[in-house]
């Protein structure tokens, strides 16, 4: 049986030296509030204000470090919120994706794109991807064992030697499958 953790994500954002900045300061540097899953990626004490332009998120969490780009991450429900329909996109790939207004205590900044609903994937380090067979990129089943249970179909993989074995869905698809962060997933094939 092939068994992963499945870690739920609330909506958050990753920022550029150059904004959290203009966030937060000249020379600011984000400060560890706890490790996340993957090795060396944490959730930052510092949040910020998302707007969009129906509505607005205080208080939203960064995860850390800094990043070449900056993005937010939100479910399909806070899309609707916020008054934007951004695509589904694995984790860095923000061309052609909306924008928003991102408030610190320092200063805003407009991104002019950069908003995504993360795609359902699983981190694999290269030895589990090894043992199970599995391909970088390769579309996966997996069933999530909730209070209703539920198949998602084109999880896809991601294998790196960085990486530590995790599943990662949105507050969505946790919701839907009444699943919470540290229980565990089985990938079908």
């Given at each position: 049986?092939?068994?992963?953790?499945?870690?739920?994500?609330?909506?958050?954002?990753?920022?550029?030296?150059?904004?959290?900045?203009?966030?937060?300061?000249?020379?600011?540097?984000?400060?560890?509030?706890?490790?996340?899953?993957?090795?060396?990626?944490?959730?930052?004490?510092?949040?910020?204000?998302?707007?969009?332009?129906?509505?607005?998120?205080?208080k939203?969490?960064?995860?850390?470090?800094?990043?070449?780009?900056?993005?937010v991450?939100?479910?399909?429900?806070?899309?609707?919120?916020?008054?934007?329909?951004?695509?589904?996109?694995?984790?860095?790939?923000?061309?052609?994706?909306?924008?928003?207004?991102?408030?610190?205590?320092?200063?805003?900044?407009?991104?002019?794109?950069?908003?995504?609903?993360?795609?359902?994937?699983?981190?694999?380090?290269?030895?589990?991807?090894?043992?199970?067979?599995?391909?970088?990129?390769?579309?996966?089943?997996?069933?999530?064992?909730?209070?209703?249970?539920?198949?998602?179909?084109?999880?896809?993989?991601?294998?790196?030697?960085?990486f530590?074995?995790?599943?990662?869905?949105?507050?969505?698809?946790?919701?839907?499958?009444?699943?919470?962060?540290?229980?565990?997933?089985?990938?079908?094939d």
């Open positions: 049986m092939k068994q992963v953790p499945v870690g739920v994500s609330a909506r958050h954002v990753h920022l550029s030296p150059e904004h959290i900045e203009a966030l937060f300061g000249k020379g600011y540097e984000l400060n560890v509030l706890k490790p996340l899953s993957q090795p060396g990626q944490f959730a930052a004490e510092e949040t910020v204000a998302v707007i969009g332009p129906k509505g607005r998120f205080d939203v969490r960064i995860l850390g470090p800094a990043r070449s780009r900056s993005q991450e939100v479910s399909r429900t806070d899309a609707f919120s916020l008054g934007i329909s951004p695509p589904v996109r694995e984790s860095g790939h923000i061309e052609g994706t909306p924008g928003l207004r991102l408030a610190g205590p320092n200063g805003e900044v407009e991104l002019t794109q950069g908003v995504i609903v993360a795609a359902r994937h699983i981190h694999f380090h290269t030895s589990d991807a090894e043992r199970w067979g599995i391909a970088d990129q390769q579309r996966l089943r997996v069933k999530v064992q909730g209070e209703r249970p539920v198949i998602f179909e084109d999880v896809i993989a991601r294998v790196s030697a960085d530590a074995l995790d599943m990662h869905i949105d507050t969505d698809e946790g919701n839907a499958a009444g699943v919470k962060t540290g229980e565990v997933a089985e990938i079908l």
